[in-house]
């Protein structure tokens, strides 16, 4: 009987230790992909009228469209990303944003180098292909 209680305890600390490891390396490819996109980025597309820039912290995003030092448009939220497909969760923004609080923009990101290749549909179907280049 001891001999038992002795076995299984000593596959249970088994089955344990495997879940944790597992666990540990799955945090930590997840922390190795959010830290990809972490940072400050300026798109170069030169497509907009705009300077564009996106902030992305561990949790958030923001971005800020400037025409001669005025903020045009922004807007901000939570974001997920896997590694290859980026959604932002709109919260927040200007008076011109308003109509996309509540909405989703679901883009497929693809990185080289120091430039993050960036497309999908924002809101309302409306589609953008960006590049932007990391700042810092």
């Excluded at 996309?100 to 430039?115: L, P």
Aim: hydrophobic content about 35%; glycine content about 8%; some cysteine.
């Amino acid at each position: 009987m001891k001999k038992r209680f002795l076995w299984i305890t000593i596959g249970c600390i088994g089955i344990l230790f495997c879940v944790c490891v597992s666990f540990k390396s799955h945090v930590n490819i997840e922390n190795d992909t959010k830290q990809q996109i972490i940072g400050v980025w300026k798109d170069i597309s030169g497509t907009l009228p705009y300077e564009n820039i996106k902030i992305i912290t561990k949790e958030r995003f923001i971005w800020t469209w400037t025409s001669n030092n005025i903020i045009m448009f922004s807007a901000s939220g939570t974001y997920t990303f896997d590694g290859e497909t980026y959604i932002e969760n709109i919260e927040y923004g200007t008076q011109s944003m308003k109509n996309e609080f509540g909405k989703k923009a679901v883009m497929k990101i693809r990185f080289e180098g120091n430039k993050m290749y960036y497309s999908g549909i924002h809101g309302d179907n409306v589609s953008i292909n960006r590049i932007f280049e990391r700042m810092e």
